[in-house]
Each structure stands twice: as structure tokens, then as C-alpha cells.
């Protein structure tokens, strides 16, 4: 009787790490066991090597966030890609998926970027429903890029190697931004005007941007290399974003150093205590043999890995369109990774693929956290927000049943 009611407090608003403590202090009673056993989670939490790099990355994302990243990041795209077709389209996307990877959370993306990026659109003639599909689903397609917030949370919760997933993630990405710029071309090349190229302004835009284009470069090609732990790389990076924003730009004083300490540690806060309370209340269904039941069900009606990974999308996806990415995460993984083993598929490419899913879940009702912060930002009902990202809805549904039936996308490097 206790779930569904859990389910439905979920669904209606609820915090989730209340829900969450409710039904392990409940599942605890009832399996007789001392409920001080759930703080075992947080210990063993506290242990991981690679639990720091979520606050450090969170923090490094807030900083260039509030600093004059977004604005330099643009300037410099559509100074390298603005004379080719749909060249601002291309630059809008490319710097959605680069500030996504940073921000940890695609709604800041939104709030950040929408200013800049829609007028400019708006003004090279694109339509409107175009212009506002392209912000509104940008916001969450750089998530499989280093040194994002979800990739991370995945590989603490399924204790796989995150400079193996972050890798993974490029291939993918890479495939996405060409899938949406054939689409911009075919849609907006004509109507949009074409630009000199001008090799004054790439410079002036380089000089300005420099130090925000090396920060991507350094830790994709630090975790591609093996030169730096996930840990150590993100240390690096929130100090370098610190003294970017308040030393050398100085975008940022006290008072906004202040706002954006706190604002990270709001949502790290948050995220640890749905962790520690997830990891405890799965032990909890581990021992109860819910996993192994769940193992058997499947082992009953699916006969094969490619109707298992069908089931799966289906089941990811309606999870994505009730809940947020990170809660998400902590719930569906532990579940998930002993089906993926049973039918062998690899945890970096059921991480990818899970990743993928919800990401899509940013776009659709009722909980499509883009649709409502696109909505506000600019001024416009959901549901025709919703109208104008279903095209680029179809393309991302299309690139996940490419990342889900060709492993080698996620796995090229282990190839």
C-alpha cells in the first residue's frame, strides 16, 4: 500500500530525499532492521575517490555561469562558423552543448544563453519556432560532454570509470551536432543570410575567449590522455574558473562570489542527500531480492539483448517525462545494471544509452524542466514550446536508437 503513495507524493511535488528516507525508513522497519544502517550509505559515499569532483565541477559551472563565459563563447562561434550555412544555427548549437557540458544543469543554459542566442537567430530570419526548438532542446544536448553533472552522478551510483564514460560521451555528442546542423541547413540556409568571414573579428573573439575555449579542450584532452584523476581534474578546473571570473575577466566580485557558492552548494546539498538515501534504501531492495525477482520477470519475457534495450528506451523514457535527470539516475541504475549484465551489455553503453533517454525527458510533459524555463524566458505558452522542439525531439529519438543498437558509438575507443 506504502508505494503507490510513495509514487504518487513523487509525482505531485514532493522533495524527493523525503519520499526517499520515508520509504527507506519504512522498507527498513519492515525488514527489521535498525534504520541507522542507512547512514552506512553516507560513510561509504563519503569514501568514493571521485565524490569531490562533483561539488568542484558544480562550482566551476556556476562561476563561468554568472561570469561573461556565455557572451564570449558566442562571440567566438559565430566569428568561426557564422559565414557558413545556417552558420548561426550551427553556432547556437555548439555553444548550447559546450555550456550544458559546464553548467551541470540545462535550464541555466536556457537562462544564459536564450538572451544572446534567440535574438541573434530571430535576426538572420529563422522562424520562430525553429529559433525557439533550437534554444530550448540545446539546453540539454551537451550532457554526455566532460565535465558534465549526470555522467558523473552515473558513474558514483554504477562505480564505473568516469574518464571512461566521458570519452564515451564524445562520439555521441559529435554525431548529435551533426544531425541538428543537417537539420538547421535543410530548414534556415535559404532564408538566413550568408556573412564575410573575417579574420579581424575571429581574432578579437579569440583573444577575449581564449581562456574559457582552453578549459574544454584541457579536460577533455586530460581525461582522453589519463593524465589527471577525475578528482584531480576538476580541482584544476574550478580553481582555473575562479581566477578566470574574479582575477583576470573580473566578471565576478564578492557579493556574486558569495551567490555562486551558494547556489552550488544548494545543489550539491541536495544531491548528496538523494544519493546517501538511494544507495540505502537500494541495499535495502537488494536484500529483500527485489533486483533478482525483477531479473527473473525479464529473463521470462525478453529473449534477447535488442528486446531488452527496446523495453528499456520505453521504460526510460516514460521515467524521463516524470522525473528530474538526477533522481532519475540514483533510482533506475541500480535496477538496471543487473538486467545489462545478464544480456551482456557493457555498463559504459547502458550508461550512455540511459543518459540519452533522459535527456530527452528535459523536453517532454509534465516534468520537461526546458519546456517550463524556455517558457518563462521567453514569454511563451508551453504547449506551443512544446510545438516548436518536436522536430528536434524526432531527431533525438532518432539518434537514440542509433546510440542504442550500435554499441561501438559509446564504445569506439574500447574498439
Known sequence: MTTPLFVVLALIGMPLFIVLGAAALIASHDAQLDPALLMVEFSRLAESPNLVAIPLFVLAGATLGQGGAPRRLVRFFNALLGWMPAGVAWVATLTCMVFTAFSGASGVTILALGGLLYPMLKHE???????????????????????????????????????????????????????????ALLRGARAAPRHRFRMRELAAAARAGWADLLLPVGVIGGLAAGLLTVAELAACTALYALVLETLIHREIGVKALVWVAYESATLVGSLFIILGLSLGLTNLLIDAQVPMHLLDWVQAKVNSPLEFLLWMNLALLAVGCMMDIFSAIVIVTPLLLPLATHFGIHPVHLGIV????LEIGYLTPPVGINLFLASQRFKRPVLAVFRATLPFLVL???????????????????A
Open 125 to 183: 530570419h529563422y522562424p520562430e519556432k525553429f529559433a525557439l526548438g533550437l534554444i530550448t532542446t540545446g539546453g540539454s544536448m551537451g550532457l554526455l560532454l566532460p565535465p558534465s553533472l549526470a555522467v558523473l552522478l552515473y558513474g558514483v551510483v554504477a562505480q564505473v570509470d568516469i574518464g571512461d564514460l566521458f570519452v564515451a560521451g564524445l562520439l555521441p555528442t559529435l554525431l548529435l551536432f551533426v544531425m541538428v546542423g543537417a537539420y
Open 354 to 357: 540511459i543518459l540519452a533517454n
Open 396 to 414: 533525438l529519438l532518432v539518434w537514440l536508437l542509433l546510440l542504442t543498437y550500435v554499441p561501438a558509438l559509446s564504445l569506439w575507443r574500447r
